[in-house]
């Protein structure tokens, strides 16, 4: 690991080892819309592995959490029928990270500013690891599915479709 490849001290991290979760460090070089195609492309992991984490509102503009595949996209209108809400949304940038308290594109599910409720896409269990952002633009981590679980308790769900 050079200099560069410092693990950043990301709340995301501070959470991580605060409950002594066992995680390897990933960098890749961030690109602006590269979105989790750019981390797997560079990183050469299967995009379907990489979890992108999203902040999406309810009807009420309640956040929440969602966790997806990379290479899938979020069902609206699937996650409000589970939900048994009217409709669901992506929550714009700033409140995202105002919500977050990450900037996106670095988004993490731990240590998030606000306490959220989370939403995990049930494909993400398919795996004894997946790789997420851990708090910063270019830095993600591979981490056990069951520490995931674990860690942020998500309600599984299937709100997935291939984009």
Same mark, same amino acid.
């Given at each position: 690991?050079?200099?560069?490849?410092?693990? %950043?001290?990301?709340?995301?991290?501070?959470?991580?080892?605060?409950?002594?979760?066992? $995680?390897?460090?990933?960098?890749?070089?961030?690109?602006?819309?590269?979105?989790?195609?750019?981390?797997?492309?560079?990183?050469?992991?299967?995009?379907?592995?990489?979890?992108?984490?999203?902040?999406?509102?309810?009807?009420?503009?309640? %956040?929440?959490?969602?966790?997806?595949?990379?290479?899938?996209?979020?069902?609206?209108?699937?996650?409000?029928?589970?939900?048994?809400?009217?409709?669901?949304?992506?929550?714009?940038?700033?409140?995202?990270?105002?919500?977050?308290?990450?900037?996106?594109?670095?988004?993490? %599910?731990?240590?998030?500013?606000?306490?959220?409720?989370?939403?995990?896409?049930?494909?993400? $269990?398919?795996?004894?690891?997946?790789?997420?952002?851990?708090?910063?633009?270019?830095?993600?981590?591979?981490?056990?599915?069951?520490?995931?679980?674990?860690?942020?308790? %998500?309600?599984?769900?299937?709100?997935? $479709?291939?984009?």
């Amino acid at each position: 690991m050079g200099k560069a490849d410092k693990v %950043p001290n990301t709340a995301a991290v501070i959470f991580l080892k605060g409950h002594n979760v066992e $995680f390897k460090p990933l960098f890749y070089k961030y690109v602006n819309h590269g979105g989790t195609k750019e981390s797997s492309k560079q990183l050469g992991i299967d995009e379907h592995k990489i979890v992108k984490t999203l902040i999406f509102e309810d009807d009420e503009g309640n %956040p929440f959490v969602v966790l997806m595949n990379g290479d899938f996209e979020v069902s609206t209108k699937n996650l409000a029928r589970i939900m048994s809400v009217k409709n669901v949304k992506l929550c714009d940038q700033s409140k995202a990270q105002r919500f977050s308290g990450y900037l996106v594109g670095g988004t993490s %599910p731990f240590g998030t500013k606000r306490k959220m409720k989370v939403y995990a896409q049930k494909d993400i $269990f398919d795996f004894d690891k997946i790789v997420i952002n851990a708090g910063k633009r270019g830095f993600l981590v591979e981490i056990r599915t069951e520490d995931l679980q674990k860690l942020l308790e %998500p309600e599984i769900v299937d709100a997935a $479709f291939k984009g």
